[in-house]
């Protein structure tokens, strides 16, 4: 099942384990039982630490293999092929598992340790998510420590009955001691803070007691990676203080206009940025959302968590996120029908009819490429024209099982309470209402900037809610840089914000040149 390049690869990262690992397979006659007991064989002959155990017992998800340490008893499932973008998740799991050092702070470590209740997580995943693995992998590293812990990761398209017992309408859904936990997008610091009650206060403290930085990026995406790779490089004090580590980009399946890399995917630039950033001396705070900010003797981000962190410049590169539609049952529906993610949630929708709401670039790709799965794609633009580049627009137009309704406006999303079962859109011409039946509808229509938390901050903003800043990055606050989605950047491209925040790192450096501990005076 795995090539020889892969078995060379993985045979040099098994040197690392140094415990038993117990590979404990259930199978069924399916095709997809074999491939798991060919994976598990091929993992096996690669290192004498792996054993694999066939089990028979009842009541256990078939086909799946169980990593499991006979030493410390830990125990991490995977309940179908994980393969596709859970390949990593799988090896990253037996590295865990057979003793290899989990990429985690102290503090992060100790916390998960202190963890004494047991906690069985499952997350249903679609092989096709690149978010999913985000959440697996953190999932795993604490069953890996902990062995109250448990993780077991499911592919819905293979566990359909469970996917639909459970109404689930979107990936990664979490579960934990069969209560819904999570869904969507969430990093190991969210996942501690909900399940660890005083974890929050004692983080808020630790971060208020950080020494003054000289440059603070607050976001993670491609703006603040560069922005603080810039600024670590002139010498300068650096925090980067994140949601999550990658921003928008870790959602980004496809990029093919980086740059002198022909094809890479968003989650595999986000761990190469990061890499590259944690090369040089950067505090990095991940899991943390801004609230205000304030400037005096210097300025200040006021955390949600109720923590502070001081600097004497700041570069703001909180980018965007999908714009909704603002339609009645719209938020009542997120995630049970209401999707933003067509490569994650497609899946889910196999065989079913689906409706894509927006007619530019994302929204045509996400008809095609939602073709492949589900029965029927509806895409409803509300202008008379489409924003597509012309090949897009032929291919979807070449595709029988898709249908372009433009000059449609959205009014409504309809459900049964449970999930979304079709949607209300008017014909802008004739001013007709129509009902659409559907079981999901994915929303493309474009970004907005997270910058709402600077309304009060003295921030100039423009009326679309971007940032205004000048040629050296530089908003109308003295001190305070931006950089990338959330700024009047025109363009909204990877690589023209890494530039930018090249520019308002730089910017910072200049300012800080001149600063002598008054942020007007350094102005």
């Known amino acids: 099942m795995l090539d020889q390049n892969i078995k060379n690869q993985l045979k040099s990262h098994f040197s690392a384990i140094k415990t038993p690992i117990e590979l404990v397979i259930a199978l069924d006659d399916s095709k997809k039982s074999q491939e798991i007991k060919v994976l598990s064989d091929d993992l096996s002959s690669l290192s004498d630490k792996i054993s694999v155990i066939e089990t028979h017992q009842n009541g256990i998800r078939k086909p ?5 340490s006979p030493t410390k008893n830990t125990h991490i499932e995977f309940a179908g092929v994980p393969m596709g973008h859970e390949f990593t998740s799988l090896v990253l799991a037996l590295l865990q598992t057979g003793g290899h ?3 985690a702070s102290d503090d992060e470590i100790a916390q998960i340790q202190s963890l004494d209740r047991p906690l069985n997580f499952e997350i249903y995943i679609s092989l096709s998510c690149q978010t999913c693995p985000q959440v697996v992998q953190a999932l795993n590293l604490m069953a890996a420590i902990n062995p109250t812990i448990s993780a077991t990761m499911i592919d819905g398209a293979l566990f359909q009955d469970e996917v639909n017992e459970r109404d689930v309408l979107a990936v990664p859904a979490v579960y934990l001691n069969g209560e819904l936990f999570s869904q969507g997008a969430i990093g190991l610091t969210d996942i501690l803070n909900k399940v660890d009650s005083g974890a929050q206060q004692k983080q808020a403290k630790r971060l208020s007691e950080k020494a003054v930085f000289d440059v603070l990026v607050v976001g993670g995406g491609p703006a603040g990676a560069s922005a603080a790779i810039y600024s670590a490089r002139k010498g300068l004090n650096t925090g980067v203080v994140a949601d999550r580590f990658g921003g928008q980009v870790s959602d980004t399946l496809g990029i093919e206009n980086f740059i002198s890399v022909k094809a890479t995917e968003g989650p595999k630039l986000v761990a190469q940025l ?16 801004a609230k205000h900010i304030t400037r005096d ?17 700041i570069v703001l590169a909180t980018g965007a996120r999908w714009r909704s539609m603002n339609v009645p049952g719209e938020a009542e529906y997120k995630g049970r029908g209401v999707a933003y993610c067509p490569h994650c949630d497609g899946p889910l929708f196999k065989g079913k009819p689906v409706a894509v709401i927006g007619g530019g670039n994302s929204g045509i790709e996400a008809a095609i490429d939602l073709a492949n799965i ?34 449609a406006q959205t009014t409504q999303v309809i459900g049964d309470g449970k999930r979304v079962t079709g949607l209300i859109y008017t014909d802008r011409n004739s001013g007709s209402e129509h009902q659409l039946p559907l079981a999901g509808i994915f ?17 100039q903003l423009s009326q679309f809610g971007e940032i205004e800043i000048d040629s050296k990055g530089a908003t109308s606050l003295p001190g305070v840089f931006a950089a990338g ?39």
């Open 64 to 68: 799946s293999m169980v990593v499991r």
């Open 485 to 523: 989605d959330v700024t009047t950047t025109p363009f909204k491209q990877i690589i023209i914000a890494m530039g930018a925040g090249a520019t308002a790192s730089l910017g910072a450096f200049d300012y800080l040149i001149r600063y002598d501990g008054n942020t007007e005076q350094a102005a």
């Open 443 to 459: 929303v493309q229509i474009g970004l907005v900037p997270n910058s709402e938390w600077l309304k009060e901050s003295g921030v």
């Open 297 to 313: 003797d210097v300025l200040t981000i006021e955390l949600e968590n109720g923590g502070q962190l001081k600097a004497k410049s």
């Open 374 to 407: 589900v029965e029927h794609v509806t895409v409803l633009e509300f202008a008379d024209t489409l924003r597509a580049d012309e090949v897009l627009i032929r291919k979807a137009n070449n595709l029988a099982n898709v249908t372009i309704i433009k000059s």
């Open 101 to 103: 050092p989990a990429k």
């Open 274 to 289: 990061e890499e590259h950033v944690t090369q040089y001396d950067v505090d990095v705070m991940k899991g943390q959302r």
